[in-house]
């Protein structure tokens, strides 16, 4: 059973920092690409940024300058550094990833971190 297991979402006033953090667990082949999505309330969820698993970044561009998203292949875990927060990237924020469990290729998605930004 493959899982996306989420964390360091909270609340942080703007201008503030955050680390997401997503760490693949269970049995699987190989982990393709990986991306951090967000929802916020009342609208579409949206891809915020992505990476494949060559390293190569793509990045919403509201967060361009702001957001850097990185991967650990030996820990199979993705991360989100959130620089200079605004109060518009309050949302839902969801790990996704594609990956090989030995028995077909899919895409799985983590639980969400809750990311307040407020004074």
């Known amino acids: 059973q493959v899982q996306l297991v989420e964390s360091g979402g909270g609340l942080v006033q703007p201008g503030g920092s955050l680390r997401l953090s997503c760490a693949a667990s269970?049995?699987?082949?190989?982990?393709?690409?990986m991306g951090w999505y967000r929802q916020a309330p009342g609208k579409q969820r949206e891809l915020v940024a992505g990476?494949?698993?060559?390293?190569?970044?793509s990045y919403k561009d509201s967060v361009k300058g702001r957001f850097t998203i990185s991967r650990d292949n030996a820990k199979n875990t993705v991360y989100l550094q959130m620089n200079s927060l605004r109060p518009e990237d309050t949302a839902v924020y969801y790990c996704n990833a594609d990956i090989d469990n030995g028995i077909t290729s899919r895409e799985y998605w983590g639980q969400g971190t809750q990311v307040t930004v407020s004074s």
């Open positions: 990476i494949t698993s060559g390293g190569s970044t």
């Open positions: 269970g049995s699987f082949f190989r982990i393709y690409a």
